[in-house]
């Protein structure tokens, strides 16, 4: 088959490489889309924590059934699927309990040692496959994934009927966290970026009101709009270490900051005080539980959160790494990339 593998940083080749073949409790799926997930920008540009090459990354993904394992009962060739991406060493006490995403030995798909959608075919365990609802086009079940990482972040945190909340970050995952944030019932949800396309796209996710920070003073907008104290919740999903002073500036005492992005760089918080002085809650939040994705799956299928205006881009398989320069460079008005396959 031909996948698009990671080989280097900076560098994706063109490869002809071996079909995989289910395992008696795996099914094999056709990749019919897949997303360019800002992680793998990250694993790209040589700064992630654990995507190295050699690889076929891609974990964003929908597609057909082909082949399944004998001891496979759920699902038969030419059903529609998506995949949570992630599998558990099944053992250890976070498996044991509620939280098997925690696991330390968990394996991600896309990286070294489970081929991921950048490539024509994938297996994955039957537990962790789901069905597409017939409502539900290829391209929306590419971007269950990130929406189940919004959804996630939102169920970590308090937000509730009437919460102020702010997103730094208007990617994806951002865009996704205030789409989830809506149908919790904020009431202020502030959308902060750089960049007015993204923000522009943040009004239809959920936003309330958008702020440039380069155009507008952040603290100044939500002192006057919001409350002099600040919001109550703010989410991190930008991924530059400023950030977290940024959201200490204006989320009120007792209040939370939630950080979803990865950083680059160290992060060095130049206002500790503000969290202990303040008694504030500082979480972070990893990927999801299977009950946030099949949540992200009924969302998009009872028509709860519009997910088409997030693709801006759509390319074949063999231009993923165009997909990836347009991410990493901002060349183009980019939100969501998606590869299609035949």
Same mark, same amino acid.
């Given at each position: ?40 920008? $990250? ?13 076929? %990354?891609?974990? *964003? ?12 009962? &759920? ?76 959804? $996630?972040?939102? &169920? ?21 966290? %205030? ?20 923000? *522009?796209?943040?009004?239809? %996710? ?18 006057? *709009? ?29 209040? *939370? ?29 990893? %990927?999801?539980? &299977? ?20 693709v801006t881009q759509r390319l074949p398989m063999e ?9 990493? &460079? ?13």
């Open positions: 088959m031909k996948a698009a593998v990671f080989t280097a940083p900076f560098r994706i080749e063109l490869q002809d490489v071996p079909e995989p073949k289910p395992e008696p409790h795996e099914v094999k799926i056709k990749v019919k889309a897949a997303g360019v997930c800002g992680s793998e920008v $990250h694993a790209y540009n040589g700064t992630h924590p654990f995507r190295h090459p050699p690889a076929i %990354m891609g974990h *964003e993904l929908s597609g057909e059934v082909v082949e399944v394992g004998s001891l496979v009962r &759920r699902f038969q060739a030419g059903d529609r699927v998506v995949v949570e991406p992630q599998k558990t060493c099944g053992v250890c006490l976070y498996c044991q309990g509620t939280d098997y995403y925690l696991c330390r030995q968990k394996v991600v798909l896309g990286t070294t040692t489970w081929n991921g959608a950048f490539g024509e075919y994938i297996t994955a365990p039957e537990r962790i496959v789901y069905p597409l609802p017939d409502n539900m086009s290829y391209e929306e079940g590419a971007l269950v994934e990130p929406l189940a990482v919004g959804l $996630h972040a939102v &169920r970590q945190s308090s937000v509730k009927l009437g919460s102020s909340v702010l997103i730094i970050g208007s990617g994806t995952i951002g865009l996704a966290t %205030m789409a989830c944030a809506k149908a919790q019932g904020a009431g202020h949800i502030i959308a902060a970026d750089v960049i007015d396309f993204n923000l *522009e796209a943040a009004k239809k %996710m959920g936003a309330t009101r958008v702020v440039n920070a380069k155009k507008e003073k952040l603290g100044e907008v939500i002192k006057r *709009e919001v409350h002099a104290e600040g919001v109550e919740i703010g989410f991190d999903a930008a991924g530059y270490p400023a950030v977290v002073d940024d959201l200490l500036s204006v989320t009120r005492r007792k209040g *939370e900051i939630i950080l979803i992005a990865l950083f680059e760089e160290a992060v060095v918080i130049k206002n500790s005080f503000g969290i202990i002085g303040g008694e504030m809650k500082l979480k972070g939040v990893q %990927m999801y539980h &299977r009950n946030d994705f099949q949540a992200a799956i009924d969302m998009i299928s009872l028509g709860r959160v519009d997910v088409k205006p997030l231009e993923a790494q165009k997909g990836l320069e347009i991410l990493y &460079r901002k060349s183009e008005d980019v939100l969501k990339v998606l590869l299609m396959y035949p």
